[in-house]
């Protein structure tokens, strides 16, 4: 890292020395709080505002972008000042409160003052469509709903935690010139800001004063983090305060973040980790719940006006940042480091990007999922060395484990294991189920019924020797001699083909469409499984790239089919079908729907 990003920095850094937890007390704000008075001006957070229309002028240069800021002593005094305001309100240490805001200055005082007070926010992801979001709440059974307006009309609605939330709250008034009393009546919620202006008593303070932050033992419940459902139905993860600890760790030891860099944060969860890192968040104008259709311009002005060292993004983002760039031959000089994570950003993806960044800058993808993130990692020029490996079916490399991180390999199946022994372990380079250990694997999921219960005890396999839990990925994939993970793909997506109603071959995902995706007019393809006179078979959906002309679908599948009988992990594949537009996740824009395809792919076969 280069000397010049904590240049300016006082001689005191907030380092874990400094910030050691007391008496095994934690809570993931006391970061924030020693900024604040370490760093106390040095800029926390600063969100993007694109006003109106006819963001560009004539010259063709954006236009009408602006930035609204808080410094350390800003974000941590009004993170105070609105926790007093939610414990007046009746929301309380150990209440579970359902936080549906946008990224801005408010989601980061809300959230960080959600920490200090010891109430257990509910983070969903808003793509994941009404019904999961429906399910999510009332698995959930929040206390208290905590929304823009837009949140609480849904919420009213379509019913979203009725039964269980006590306390309601307004982030603002709704539409410009709204009355207070009008805008409690359209939301059915009063406004935080009129909470914010209560007079002293009930608990209030006359003036502003230090928040006596809640301490937590580190296994306590700090969060309750839902997964997006793009892979199965969404499920409420338990973070605790020592989950978010492990984290923060692993992006200064492992990552390299120090204090005082920037960070272009595209993924709400991920800015939170900012000030917490004595890092800036900065928050481009974009809807973080569809990053596809992010204006990269703003994005590049956001980068240049703060001169970003750290960019977070997507495999999509990444994609349609890197076409942009490379469309108008941009650079990004300040950029040292770029996260990718969410799924597998693709090498050509990653290759294109990289001609935006100096030379030796490093794209790091990241491989984690909700449960447990992150696990391990790989630089982009190390994953270059892997492309063959992956074109020829080898599997995605998705790195060394983290430090801390225990990962293993056990053999593949849907049985419940009440416990762990090191007997389960395959060798090196056999392809089974990926299992994790570490102090940012989360231990349970949230039991709010017997379906739950047994999604953990599915997930978790309870280890004696370790005192812990180590959790099943439900990712296949294998270890090499080196000590890398590669990933097979998901096990549900797994095609294990029948001949004579007995088990014939097994086909991964990952190894089997790589194969596929170096023909030059497939953009990229789909492994499914089919029931063809009651056998199980192979099939791959072909989803062609549009800006190559393939007139010839007979020769495509001839060449297919000789693409399949060159690898064993392929071999025995000739059902292929061309599907004009892949359902895939909102969020990452990669993670296909495979169980859509499926169907789809069922109704299109005869016999």
Known sequence: MS?????????SSCDDSSISMVGNDANICRHLKQAAHVIPHHLAVAVQKAK???????????????????DFVSLDRQSDAIAFALNAHGIKRGMKAVLMVTPSLDFFALTFALFKAGIIPILVDPGMGINNLKQCFAEAAPDAFIGIPKAHIARRLFGWGKGSVKCLLNVDSGKPGLSAKLAQMVVGAPSLASRLRRPSGLGWPSEQVEYPMVMLKPDEMAAILFTSGSTGTPKGVVY???????????????????????DLATFPLFSLFGPALGMASIVPEMDASKPITANPEFLFAAIEKYQCSN?????????????AGELKQ???????????????????SIARFSK??????????????????????????????????TDNGGGICVGRGIKGVDIGIIAISEEIIPQWDNALLLNNCDIGEIVVRGP??????????????????????????TNSVRHRMGDLGYLDDQGQLWMCGRKAHRVDATRNGQFAQRYYSIPCERIFNTHPNVKRSALVGITVANEIAPLICIELDQSLVCNKSQQLYQDLIAIAEQFPQTKGIRRFLIHPDFPVDVRHNAKIFREKLAIWAQSQTKG
């Open 3 to 11: 000397g010049l990003l904590g240049a300016d920095l006082p001689t």
């Open 52 to 70: 109106g229309s006819g963001l560009f002028n004539q010259s063709g240069a954006l236009s009408k972008l602006s930035y609204q800021e808080l």
């Open 240 to 262: 605790s305060h020592g989950m978010f600890e492990a984290q923060i760790q692993a992006l200064k030891n492992d990552y390299g973040i120090a204090h005082g860099e920037r």
């Open 311 to 323: 960019i977070f993004v997507n495999p999509a983002l990444l994609e349609r940042l890197g076409r």
């Open 330 to 348: 941009h650079k990004l000089p300040s950029v040292q480091r770029v996260i990718s994570a969410g799924a597998p950003a693709t090498i050509a």
């Open 356 to 389: 935006m960044l100096s030379q030796g800058v490093p794209i790091l993808n990241s491989y984690g999922a909700t449960e447990s993130l992150p696990i391990s990692m790989i630089a982009s020029e190390a994953l270059f060395a892997t492309t063959e490996i």
């Open 440 to 465: 940012m694997v989360s231990q349970s999921y949230y039991l709010n019924d017997s379906q739950r219960n047994s999604a953990t005890a599915a997930a978790k396999i309870w280890d004696p020797a």
